[in-house]
């Protein structure tokens, strides 16, 4: 069993940052990837960005001179640092974990950005 808990949300002003985390506890089998999604209110969920424990990342490309994505693998944990936020990246944020082709989600964190 897989546990991914994401962390770090809250309420942001537009050009502010925030640092998103995720978690991830029980048998994590490597190879992997990590992940982040987003889904905003009306809108499908959209990938983000992603990780796989050998250090290599993909980025959405709406959002790569701003986010970035890493991870620490010895405490299974992935970050999403976002830098000049603005008002169309309010979105919950959700972390994925995939190893061999088996998913794990995390229940997502809030991310409001407004004046």
């Known amino acids: 069993q897989v546990q991914v808990v994401e962390s770090g949300g809250g309420l942001v002003q537009p050009g502010g940052s925030l640092r998103l985390s995720c978690a991830a506890s029980?048998?994590?089998?490597?190879?992997?990837?990590m992940a982040w999604y987003r889904q905003a209110p009306g809108k499908q969920r959209e990938w983000v960005a992603q990780?796989?424990?050998?250090?290599?990342?993909n980025y959405a490309g709406s959002m790569k001179a701003r986010f970035t994505i890493s991870r620490d693998n010895a405490k299974n944990t992935v970050y999403l640092q976002m830098n000049s936020l603005k008002l169309e990246d309010t979105a919950v944020y959700y972390c994925?974990?995939?190893?061999?082709?088996?998913?794990?989600w995390g229940q997502g964190t809030q991310v409001t950005v407004s004046s």
């Open positions: 029980g048998s994590i089998f490597n190879p992997n990837t």
């Open positions: 990780i796989t424990s050998g250090g290599h990342t």
């Open positions: 994925n974990l995939v190893a061999y082709g088996v998913d794990y």
